[in-house]
């Protein structure tokens, strides 16, 4: 028996592609578009990781998504957590909570999907602008 | 980068535990309690794929906790989909879309979270009581 991902609705495949892959880093594996059942599927994952994917489904007639509580959020271990992090800042995504003990982030998707960001090893040492900044919002 | 994991909350941890775990046939890697923030907190996988994890959190302190349209399914291969679909309607687990056509089944969990089940490698022959079975609710 085998994960094989996650899915989640977005509004705006562009949007969320710049998130999920330009800012956050996974790397697209394959897209499916369904003329008859007018839906585009793309299946991202991390770089060397490519088995445990995260699987984007863009229905191409506009529906509002809510975001329930049962849903928690995706976690990624990722080598750098400063660096994904400043560039999600950079890209314009809110650090919802930052990471001040230089182990754990939370942002959201543009659909309010919540995204965990822990540091792979051990924790970075505390630095700023991560250390001093309050958290934003909830996750 | 690293997947890591998907969070989902439950309500009745037990009643969870009996679905994930002895029903679908994930194991339970790791479980951590939390007096203070008042939670558990249990991690499980499929057999012999321990890295992609799912997160059960169960706060204490009951909440109601609502599925959005926003995240969509947790999807797993399995080796045999009729032995899995036959295992969790025995337990009284709703087939909401019966495997028909050997390959795609989907059920949900205590707390409506979807889960797709895929039949690794090729579809199986079409059997009943599984190709006769009419779709119920939604998934």
């Known amino acids: 028996m085998k994960y094989l991902h996650t ?5 705006d495949l562009e949007q ?4 999920y892959r330009d800012l956050l880093g996974l790397q697209e594996l394959r897209r499916k578009d369904n003329e008859r059942g007018r839906f585009t599927l793309v299946f991202l994952a991390a770089p060397g990781n490519p088995e445990a994917q995260v699987e984007l489904t863009y229905n191409w007639d506009l529906e509002a998504y809510t975001m329930g509580r049962a849903f928690g959020h995706l976690a990624y271990e990722v080598d ?3 660096a994904v992090c400043a560039k999600l800042q950079a890209g314009g995504v809110t650090i919802n909570r930052p990471p001040r003990d230089g182990h754990m982030a939370f942002v959201r998707s543009p659909d309010d999907v919540s995204i965990e960001l822990l540091q792979k090893g051990a924790s970075l040492p505390p630095a700023e602008p991560w250390a001093s900044m ?6």
């Not at 899915?7 to 509004?11: D, F, G, H, K, L």
């Not at 309050?134 to 996750?139: E, I, K, L, Y």
């Open 16 to 19: 969320s592609l710049h998130f």
């Open 134 to 139: 309050p958290n934003t919002g909830a996750w």
């Open 80 to 82: 750098d957590l400063y």
């Open 7 to 11: 899915m989640v609705r977005v509004t």
